[in-house]
């Protein structure tokens, strides 16, 4: 698709080849002020949903807002208008101009990717801003996705997660065994090496696959996104902490022809939007999923518990054996790796005397 054809508005093909692709300060295309755009945005999610759904919706309205109806953003939910799970192939060729989901759906093609979600037993939520934002990790990811022609932006986070909903009660090691588990990303990956079988679908499937005995565990989200799909409904044992992701980072992708057809302006304020909607969507998870648990609590068809510490240990250490071979096939994935574990070398020292530290303190 031709850079011209993802603005309206006269004049739109001219000066655009200004910006180089991977500058985000880049004086954008010489387009005039009054120039308006019509961009479309295809997401992972159900329509509506909880926190994702929620703070794509959000995304859109702020910049419709804030650039005074200059840049206005139709949103498709998963599978409206291309498949869930490949929204980014959607953005990278040009159907679309924007998208919204997880960087690690796409870790078939960039193993790397995986990254940019989240690792196992990796950074919580203020880690990965701050690598992101402060540690080389956004400058990193950009150079990663320039090939496919899009520019990442950290939009999102839904704050640790539940290890998942369960059907058969996870007692020791070898209950792992034979267990068929949607859990997408390495964190699927480990599991099958614990002796389960990884099962990828999408959000929407999810409680029927459940229900119908096609899986016997899943892992969606949180208390607040799984009410919202009824897995309370589907499965008795909801298993935490959520090992396998722990502050997984959500993505917005823009096709960089689009990207570079922007004024400055508008990029700024599509930047700054981003960042407002990373910081907005964990503050409504933190919320939202206190309120959702306090029902789950209340449910007596439901059992909340916590993985036993044997098991913990097996999955983190089948994670760093997953992660290291990770890193000895893939160039990008050795690379990243090493920003990601010489930031983790320092901050983790300083999360033990600062949020670790206040947190037992509390349960004092
Ligand atoms: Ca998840």
Not at 79 to 95: K, N, W, Y
Not at 227 to 241: D, S
Not at 255 to 283: F, R, T, Y
């Amino acid at each position: 698709m031709k850079r011209r054809q993802f603005v309206t508005g006269v004049a739109a093909a001219a000066g655009v080849a200004a910006c180089s692709q991977e500058s985000v300060e880049c004086a954008g295309g010489g387009s005039t002020a009054q120039q308006t755009f019509e961009w479309n945005l295809v997401t992972s999610w159900p329509p509506g949903l909880p926190g994702l759904g929620i703070g794509v919706e959000n995304l859109a309205s702020r910049i419709e807002k804030a650039s005074n109806g200059r840049l206005k953003i139709k949103i498709f939910a998963g599978g409206e208008l291309v498949p869930a799970l490949e929204v980014l192939d959607a953005v990278s060729r040009g159907t679309v101009q924007m998208g919204h989901d997880s960087a690690y759906y796409h870790r078939g093609k960039v193993p790397a990717a995986q990254y940019f979600t989240t690792v196992p037993f990796g950074q919580t939520v203020h880690e990965i801003n701050a690598w992101l934002y402060y540690g080389g990790g956004l400058e990193l990811w950009r150079e990663l996705y320039q090939p496919f022609n899009v520019i990442p932006f950290p939009a999102g986070n839904t704050g640790v997660q539940m290890a998942g909903w369960f059907n058969k009660e996870i007692n020791s090691v070898d209950d792992l065994k034979g267990l068929k588990m949607r859990i997408p990303g390495v964190g699927g990956e480990v599991m099958q090496r614990a002796g389960a079988s990884q099962i990828t679908v999408p959000a929407s499937e999810i409680f029927t696959a459940l229900q119908t005995g096609a899986i016997d565990a899943a892992e969606w989200v949180g208390p607040y996104n799984d009410i919202a799909l009824g897995l309370h409904k589907a499965a008795r044992y909801y298993y935490y902490p959520g090992w396998h992701e722990m502050g997984p980072m959500l993505q917005c992708t823009i096709n960089l022809d689009a990207w570079n057809s922007l004024p400055a302006d508008l990029q700024e304020i599509v930047s700054n939007v981003c960042q407002a909607i990373n910081v907005d969507m964990m503050a409504e998870y933190t919320w939202g999923n206190a309120v959702a648990l306090e029902q789950i609590r209340a449910n007596p068809n439901v059992e909340l518990r916590p993985l036993p510490d044997d098991v913990l240990r097996l999955l983190k250490k089948l994670s760093e054996e997953v992660i290291s071979d990770m890193a000895a096939k893939d160039e990008w994935a050795a690379r990243i790796k090493a920003s990601f574990d010489e930031f983790q070398r320092i901050v983790i020292p300083s999360q033990r005397i600062g949020e670790l530290a206040y947190m037992n303190a509390r349960e004092l």
